[in-house]
């Protein structure tokens, strides 16, 4: 089974503090993903990358970095976190790039989620 | 502007029942289609993928209509463990997946 791990469950901060989420996969992937997920507003695309040391801005970037020095691992990170990114996050892999033998492709794993709490 | 539109719901329903959700996308160029479920407090799982001649996996019926960018999931005999929301998601420029904001659903006994 694939198996996507986030660092932390909860997480509390303080506002202005540099935040660290951590995300790793275990099954090759080459595509993953942060989400942030607020009631009423769904998940939206943070950021994404297809391959090592590349990244993609997703829907909403402002406010959040990204790292992937290693296939496995995804990190988002807050530079000075405020009291706004209060939010559920959520990190996920694909396999995207494969040949589609399958039909799965393109389906997401996604982590259990990083609750942060910024005050 | 790249959108995924559900109806909220909720959708309260009696055990047995069939009830169909819809979803409209915004792209037309969207080429791969899926629903995916989210438990209470739990992550999203793919739940089955959409494709244009529609597929039937169980109880679960999707439905793909190009021309309306259009997509429809109908659950059969409802049960209780069917409790969830239920999110469409497109496949934007073959890249990113774009989330409804999901369709909520409670069945009872």
């Known amino acids: 089974d694939v198996k996507v791990t986030q660092s932390s469950r909860y997480l509390v901060k303080r506002t202005g503090e540099k935040v660290f989420l951590e995300c790793v996969q275990d099954?090759?992937?080459?595509?993953m993903f942060w989400y942030r997920q607020d009631p009423g507003l769904g998940l939206r695309l943070i950021y994404f990358?297809?391959?090592?040391?590349?990244?993609e801005k997703g829907d909403i970037p402002e406010g959040y970095s990204v790292s992937r020095e290693k296939k496995e691992r995804f990190s988002l990170i807050l530079e000075s976190a405020s009291t706004n990114q209060t939010s559920m996050y959520l990190c996920?892999?694909?396999?995207?790039?494969?040949?589609?033998?399958?039909?799965?492709?393109?389906?997401?794993?996604f982590g259990p989620g990083t609750r942060l709490t910024v005050t | 502007r790249k959108e995924v539109e559900q109806d909220p719901g909720p959708f309260n329903v009696p055990e047995g029942a069939t009830v169909a959700f819809n979803c409209t996308y915004s792209?037309?160029?969207?080429?791969?289609f899926f629903w995916y479920r989210q438990d209470c407090r739990k992550e999203p799982k793919l739940l089955m993928s959409?494709?244009?001649s529609g597929n039937e996996d169980g109880r679960f019926t999707a439905q793909l209509n190009r021309a309306s960018q259009y997509i429809s999931l109908l659950i059969r005999d409802s049960k209780l463990s069917d409790s969830a929301t239920y999110l469409c998601?497109?496949?934007?420029?073959?890249?990113?997946?774009?989330f409804g904001k999901g369709t909520t659903l409670s069945v009872s006994s």
């Open positions: 996920a892999s694909s396999l995207w790039g494969r040949p589609r033998t399958s039909g799965r492709t393109y389906e997401q794993y």
């Open positions: 099954m090759d992937h080459e595509n």
């Open positions: 990358s297809y391959d090592v040391k590349m990244k």
């Open positions: 792209n037309s160029a969207s080429q791969s």
């Open positions: 959409v494709y244009s």
């Open positions: 998601v497109v496949l934007w420029a073959g890249t990113a997946l774009i």
